[in-house]
């Protein structure tokens, strides 16, 4: 009889860990990727590291009690991109980050002008991320894109909130000083 329930257990527990993973974790790949890709800057490299901090996730999902699954996944995803960039620290990651934009609806867009005039300023944006130093890319990537908080950005980048606050303070800066300059530039 304990031998039955113990393998009825036992067959159900991979199914059940399966369908707790895939509600808690899957949802955040694309948050994963981007997270990924803007702090390789190469499209290969995020794939791959991605797929390895799933393969990651799955296996230590035992060890996740619940909370924010997204920052979990996301400090999987950053120390597997780091050990990366560890590991290839001479190689120069100089892929262009993914030019694939949304499809944008032609009647709010008519104007090809206009069209032309947003993706050069995505454009512009995309180079002067690119541009910063990493631990400013990071913070301004968690922030203004993944939309944490100072508090989850600190956890997931061990840092203190007030360090955060201050890095995150001077990429706006520096991207803000770049993006000047490089407007300056195309006039």
């Known amino acids: 009889m304990i031998g039955a329930v113990f393998t009825k257990r036992s067959q159900l527990e991979p199914k059940n860990k399966l369908a707790s993973f895939e509600a808690a974790i899957l949802p955040h790949l694309s948050s994963a990727y981007n997270y990924a890709r803007f702090l390789l800057q190469n499209e290969s490299d995020a794939e791959d590291v991605v797929q390895e901090s799933y393969l990651r996730a799955f296996k230590y999902f035992r060890g996740f009690h619940g909370g924010d699954s997204r920052a979990w996944l996301l400090t999987i995803v950053r120390n597997t991109s780091y ?105």
């Open 83 to 187: 050990n990366l960039l560890q590991q290839n620290r001479s190689r120069q990651l100089v892929d262009s980050i993914d030019d694939s934009t949304e499809v944008l609806d032609t009647s709010e867009y008519s104007n090809p002008d206009t069209v032309l005039r947003q993706r050069i300023d995505e454009d512009l944006l995309k180079q002067a991320i690119q541009e910063l130093p990493l631990n400013f890319r990071e913070v301004l990537i968690l922030r203004e894109m993944e939309e944490l908080s100072y508090k989850e950005i600190g956890t997931l980048c061990d840092l203190p909130i007030g360090t955060v606050m201050s890095r995150l303070a001077r990429a706006r800066a520096r991207l803000q000083d770049k993006l000047a300059g490089k407007i300056n530039q195309e006039i």
